[in-house]
């Protein structure tokens, strides 16, 4: 048992060492969730006013509604970024080292994979703390039981971001990638609105909204900041990370995935 806790405390304090010295990293990550709160959400709740139904009667500010989604938005990247360092890991001949060791693959992976989920979560709470400054103080309790929704939004957001990296050649080209799946995955879930309002503008939109796992990454999170649950939106994200880290570990195999053998030939 001790074993298996130096091996995670050592790929824990390595990803925690890369962040630190990434200061660059920490204040990109609150500075995009900032913009939208502080300059776009103002024009956007003059559109949208107080006409907010069920379930979000609660939301009296649109950017209380879209806090939540912010925080989402601050995994996804969080996600991608921590998959980046997978990649160049691969490309420096790291990622070979780790996977040869004696552990189990999938326990490597996971615990790459719950260190990049601390790492948002800091980022997260970084976040409510300066929205709660700027007026938006849901429930103390839900700050508690965000916790939760938070672990399991950011692993499955982080376990899409692995499956990605496992299929990715080059650096460069999973940085294009990035940009390919963050900004469509983000605009097309109910982070800036709710879904009943996707469905007035377009069906087509909603159901593509409704399908989209990042969608129900932010009710999970929305819901849990308001000390409910959300069971259709729990029960995708759980089934989501089953299939995304199952598939990254596969894909991660030396023997039969991609991960390596692209790269070692």
């Given at each position: 048992?001790?074993?298996?806790w130096?091996?995670?405390?050592?790929?824990?304090r390595?990803?925690t060492l890369?962040?630190?010295?990434?200061?660059?990293?920490?204040?990109a990550?609150?500075?995009?969730?900032?913009v939208?709160?502080?300059i776009f959400?103002?024009g956007?709740?003059a559109?949208?006013?107080?006409?907010?139904?069920?379930p979000?009667?609660t939301?009296?500010l649109?950017?209380?509604?879209?806090t939540?989604?912010?925080?989402a938005?601050i995994?996804?990247?969080?996600?991608?970024?921590s998959?980046?360092s997978?990649?160049?890991?691969?490309?420096?001949?790291?990622?070979?080292?780790?996977?040869?060791?004696?552990?189990?693959?999938?326990f490597?992976?996971a615990?790459?994979?719950v260190?990049?989920?601390?790492v948002?979560i800091i980022?997260?709470?970084?976040f409510?703390l300066i929205?709660w400054?700027?007026?938006?103080?849901?429930?103390?309790?839900?700050?508690?039981a965000?916790?939760?929704?938070?672990l399991?939004s950011?692993?499955m957001l982080g376990?899409?971001g692995?499956?990605?990296?496992?299929?990715i050649?080059?650096l460069?080209?999973?940085?294009g990638?990035?940009?390919?799946?963050?900004?469509?995955?983000?605009?097309a879930?109910?982070?800036l609105?709710p879904?009943w309002?996707?469905?007035?503008?377009?069906?087509l939109?909603?159901d593509?909204?409704?399908?989209?796992p990042?969608?129900h990454?932010?009710?999970l999170?929305?819901?849990a900041l308001?000390l409910?649950?959300?069971?259709?939106?729990?029960?995708?994200?759980?089934?989501?990370l089953?299939?995304?880290f199952g598939?990254a570990?596969?894909m991660?195999?030396?023997?039969?995935?991609?991960?390596?053998?692209r790269?070692?030939?």
């Amino acid at each position: 048992m001790t074993g298996w806790w130096v091996v995670f405390a050592g790929i824990s304090r390595r990803e925690t060492l890369r962040f630190v010295n990434q200061r660059g990293r920490f204040l990109a990550a609150l500075v995009r969730p900032l913009v939208w709160l502080f300059i776009f959400a103002a024009g956007f709740r003059a559109v949208l006013g107080l006409s907010i139904t069920a379930p979000y009667q609660t939301y009296v500010l649109y950017e209380v509604y879209v806090t939540p989604g912010l925080c989402a938005m601050i995994q996804l990247f969080n996600g991608m970024q921590s998959s980046l360092s997978m990649v160049y890991d691969r490309e420096t001949g790291a990622m070979r080292t780790l996977l040869v060791s004696p552990w189990p693959r999938w326990f490597l992976l996971a615990s790459k994979l719950v260190a990049g989920v601390i790492v948002s979560i800091i980022q997260v709470y970084t976040f409510l703390l300066i929205a709660w400054f700027w007026g938006i103080r849901p429930p103390v309790m839900g700050y508690l039981a965000l916790l939760p929704a938070l672990l399991l939004s950011g692993l499955m957001l982080g376990a899409m971001g692995l499956f990605l990296s496992s299929a990715i050649r080059q650096l460069e080209n999973f940085a294009g990638v990035m940009n390919f799946v963050i900004f469509p995955m983000f605009f097309a879930s109910s982070a800036l609105y709710p879904l009943w309002r996707m469905r007035e503008s377009s069906v087509l939109l909603h159901d593509i909204c409704a399908l989209n796992p990042f969608t129900h990454s932010v009710e999970l999170i929305r819901f849990a900041l308001y000390l409910q649950v959300n069971w259709l939106s729990l029960g995708v994200v759980l089934g989501c990370l089953a299939l995304f880290f199952g598939g990254a570990v596969l894909m991660y195999d030396p023997g039969r995935g991609l991960g390596i053998r692209r790269k070692g030939g």
